[in-house]
């Protein structure tokens, strides 16, 4: 069972990172050790070549890490991302990305989870991430 709910996920980035409104990232479902979030697609999201960027890529693959580690802890606003690496598959198409996130271990200190990213209706994904969020102590 999640730590946190997905309304009150969204609640807690729609405050707290206005960025995630700029990409229009928006939360599907968090459980335990996993989440699933969408971001809707935008032309102002597109670079040369038609493609959409990859900081928005990135931007959606770190938000659904979150996602993934709340899942686990709870409202622990301080997590904060200490490494993200990011693997560009294929050319994402003009349409809604999605991200599929999973925790791959959960310390003390440091959680590790990986994200997939596809373009809404494609079986293949665009991208793979991989990355670690600290923890903050608890009190």
Do not use: C
Not at 102 to 116: D, N, Y
């Amino acid at each position: 069972m999640s730590q946190i709910s997905v309304a009150d996920f969204q609640t807690l980035i729609d405050a707290e990172l206005p960025l995630v409104g700029l990409f229009g990232i928006r939360t599907s479902d968090i459980g335990h050790g996993q989440a699933r979030m969408r971001m809707h697609f935008n032309p102002g999201l597109i670079r040369p070549g038609g493609t959409i960027a990859g900081p928005a890529l990135m931007a959606l693959a770190d938000v659904t890490l979150y996602a993934v580690v709340l899942g686990m802890i709870g409202k622990v606003e301080l997590a904060v991302t200490t490494s993200l690496n990011i693997n560009f598959l294929r050319k994402p198409g003009q349409k809604d990305i999605l991200a599929e996130g999973r925790i791959l271990k959960l310390g003390q200190r440091l959680a590790v989870g990986e994200v997939l990213l596809y373009t809404e209706g494609e079986a293949e994904p665009v991208a793979h991430v991989t990355g670690t969020y600290s923890i903050p102590p608890r009190r």
